[in-house]
């Protein structure tokens, strides 16, 4: 799976911005914690299905005349079905600023986005056992991830089926669908490509059946349709900064002002709020994009 851990590696090199809605912000700062969504809950209503929809392919083209094509599909779709009861949390984050997509997908015509360097993004991502991951959109790439993915799980099961003709496969069914499920909260559809999204990922959880789980992080909250699972974490990390601010940092510097009719009273509430929480910020921007109202 070489492809899939050489992109595991790839840090980020510029600023990422975590849009959200007003209600969002204030509750960030208050709570000093970001929300990581399970991915099936998110906006995309395509999310983790995408890789499911590539793996089916696969299977079609590339195993159709191997010799354990029956087995090796039920071994493979069974990853698919698994993944229904298995969790991934993320995070999102974009590397473009003031985005008029972005603004509407995440806080509507009021939204605030918080800007992160990347080191002290990193920093939180392993403070709280998790991953800092670039989403992938070009198709070949993506077809690249999965199809390792396959030819490797492939390849274990014609050894072990050599050795043991009964083996049991629901060892080897799990391990294919956690890799799976990693590689499928990073692929996402190529009409979303724009958005340069990166991801904090938490590791596969499997909330009902494994007893290690970190259900003191897990809160539920209330979505449009559903209750919607997510992961508490946590931002205040020791960024070992060496000036004498003594307000708190919670690993962003800039905080920018979604697009709104109105001039001054955004960015004065913002700065009050802030000095209020004894929160550190670099600035606060108005984002450039142009409003437009009702006709």
């Not at 499997?206 to 897990?218: G, K």
């Amino acid at each position: 799976m070489e492809t899939l851990n050489a992109h595991l590696g790839i840090s980020p090199e510029t600023n990422l911005h975590h849009y959200t809605s007003i209600k969002g912000f204030l509750g960030i700062i208050e709570s000093r914690q970001l929300w990581a969504t399970d991915l099936q809950y998110m906006n995309d209503t395509k999310e983790l299905i995408y890789a499911g929809d590539l793996l089916n392919e696969i299977i079609i083209e590339n195993y159709k005349s191997h010799e354990n094509y029956f087995e090796l599909s039920e071994l493979f779709k069974g990853g698919i079905y698994n993944s229904q009861y298995a969790s991934v949390f993320g995070i999102s984050f974009s590397e473009a600023r003031d985005l008029l997509s972005q603004w509407r997908g995440y806080g509507g015509d009021a939204g605030m986005a918080l800007c992160f360097q990347p080191s002290k993004l990193k920093a939180i991502a392993e403070a709280n056992q998790m991953q800092l991951v670039k989403c992938v959109y070009d198709r070949d790439t993506q077809i690249k991830i999965v199809s390792e993915i396959c030819d490797h799980y492939a390849e274990i099961y014609t050894e072990m089926r050599k050795e043991n003709p009964k083996f049991d496969r629901s060892n080897l069914s799990e391990m294919f669908f956690r890799d799976l499920q990693l590689a499928g909260a990073i692929i996402k559809h190529p009409t979303f490509k724009d958005e340069n999204e990166w991801r904090m990922i938490s590791q596969v959880f499997d909330i009902v059946y494994e007893m290690n789980q970190p259900l003191d992080r897990m809160g539920f909250r209330e979505g449009r349709s559903t209750i919607i699972p997510y992961l508490n974490t946590s931002l205040e990390v020791d960024f070992k900064d060496n000036d004498r601010d003594r307000r708190l940092d919670l690993g962003f510097h800039d905080v920018l002002i979604g697009p709104t009719g109105v001039a001054e009273l955004p960015w004065r509430a913002v700065m009050n709020f802030l000095h209020t929480k004894n929160v550190r910020y670099s600035q606060i921007t108005p984002s450039g994009v142009p409003l437009r109202g009702a006709i």
